[in-house]
């Protein structure tokens, strides 16, 4: 292993001198990048890229890639896409003023699109999911008069402080490895358990501090861990019997069809939480609320003993913009549509059962689990059903081999995880292409 790591840094680096010498000039930017997440690209450096059209990028050393991790998920509609394109081109330089702290047309358009898609009436917009969390949870926590938020060990809902906790090997909760300088230590403010554990889940809310339960309805940044039968079913009922709110976080899940698993699955969050990729790669985010969670709202704010339009730390400046909101419509209405999401669903299926043939005629024990529009293997077999399983997957170093190996012969893979993702722009051709580098680099891996 540690040889064949070897010759894919040294490839690496000595196919891609440009996007080297990108990174050895930026002194001035901390971590000599521009956002410090960047830094997880194997190789010693990151690509630097030059364009990028559907799901292609050409770095600046003028190697073309197929992309199948989208800018994890940000880029879900593809790079670039033409609608959306001629949309931002219309708000910036034909109709003008980029943000305005005013509203649009738009706004109504993209809110009862997004109630068609996933049902809940009211809306209200942010510039990144993270910030839509943060916002509802405060919500919640109003109108429960509770303090607290249950979350799953190994969830992601962005950088929000709140929900970087996790079940430790003792069972007990504690502040999740790498947590940067929490304010407030996390289990003070959060519960946690583990996915697919409704006793858990139950023995928490028993405390009667709980908010609302924040979850994505499938783990994703750990690796995809599916819901096990009736799990959400139970969340919700759990949720009403204790006098929570179910807050649902379909970021990543959108992936499951263009209702997210809200709709495909039936779900009936109180609360909900969209961002990425709905605006084709402008930034942009959203949160849902059922028209009896913003009367509670509004009912409480019209006392004066809170504030939702102006120091009471929800909204921002720049959030529900023109120019966030006209990609949005756009990308809503002429790229993420449902036929896109029946071409995307498929392909993914179709690299799914490739991988899982090629681990199964290898005798490889891996795990390969499909979401829609995204799959992913894990390092261990049979699949993981909860967050801690997941992390315990982890290896460093057949990840930076298999990206690595993936990357040098032009195919780019999701670089905190092994997520590939399809957008409307994919191919059968470019799903073949995969399986043929997927499948030479497991014969070189089991020798």
């Known amino acids: 292993m540690t040889a064949l790591v070897d010759r894919e840094r040294e490839t690496y680096r000595a196919g891609h001198p440009e996007s080297r010498r990108v990174h050895e000039r930026a002194e001035h930017l901390f971590g000599r990048v521009p956002m410090t997440w960047m830094s997880k690209w194997s190789g010693g450096f990151p690509l630097a890229y030059a364009t990028a059209h559907g799901n292609k990028i050409t770095d600046v050393d003028g190697r073309t890639y197929l992309d199948f991790a989208l800018g994890d998920t940000g880029a879900m509609a593809g790079h670039s896409p033409r609608a959306t394109v001629g949309a931002v081109h219309r708000r910036i330089a034909v109709d003008g003023g980029i943000t305005t702290m005013l509203p649009t047309e738009d706004a109504e358009w993209v809110g009862a699109e997004l109630t068609r898609r996933f049902g809940l009436p009211r809306w209200s917009f942010t510039l990144s999911a993270t910030d839509a969390n943060r916002w509802a949870a405060r919500l919640a926590r109003l109108v429960s008069g509770r303090p607290k938020l249950l979350v799953f060990s190994y969830c992601y809902h962005g950088s929000v402080d709140e929900t970087f906790i996790v079940v430790g090997p003792d069972g007990k909760p504690r502040s999740r490895p790498g947590n940067v300088a929490p304010a407030v230590d996390p289990t003070q403010t959060t519960r946690v358990a583990e996915w697919n554990d409704l006793a858990a889940v139950e023995r928490e809310l028993a405390h009667g501090d709980v908010a ?139 690299y799914t059962e490739d991988v899982r043939r090629i681990l199964d005629t290898a005798d490889v024990p891996w795990s390969v689990t499909q979401l829609g529009a995204r799959a992913e293997y894990r390092f261990t077999r049979p699949a993981p059903r909860t967050g801690g399983e997941s992390a315990a997957a982890a290896d460093d170093l057949l990840d930076e081999y298999m990206h690595l190996y993936t990357l040098n012969r032009g195919i780019l893979m999701t670089p905190f995880h092994n997520m590939a993702l399809m957008c409307p722009d994919t191919t059968d051709a470019d799903i073949a292409r995969h399986t043929e580098v997927f499948e030479q680099a497991v014969a070189e891996l089991v020798g």
């Not at 009736?230 to 899940?253: K, P, Q, S």
């Not at 997210?260 to 985010?285: E, H, N, Q, W």
Request: aromatic content about 4%; proline content about 4%; hydrophobic content about 45%.
């Open 212 to 350: 609302a339960i924040l979850a994505e309805p499938a783990l994703t940044n750990i690796g995809i861990v599916l819901p096990e039968p009736g799990f959400l079913d139970g969340l919700r009922e759990l949720a009403t019997r204790y006098g929570a709110l179910l807050m649902i976080d379909e970021t990543h899940t959108i992936s499951a069809g263009p209702g997210g698993m809200t709709a495909r699955d039936g779900l009936r969050p109180d609360v909900f939480v969209i961002g990425k990729s709905l605006g084709g790669g402008i930034p942009c985010g959203a949160y849902g609320l059922t028209e009896e969670i913003a009367d509670r709202v509004h009912r409480i704010t019209a006392t004066g003993s809170a504030d939702i339009v102006d120091v009471g730390g929800v909204g921002g400046t720049l959030a529900g913009n023109a120019l966030s909101l006209a990609a949005m419509r756009a990308t809503l209405d002429e790229v993420l549509t449902d036929d896109a999401f029946a071409h995307m669903i498929r392909l993914a299926g179709d």
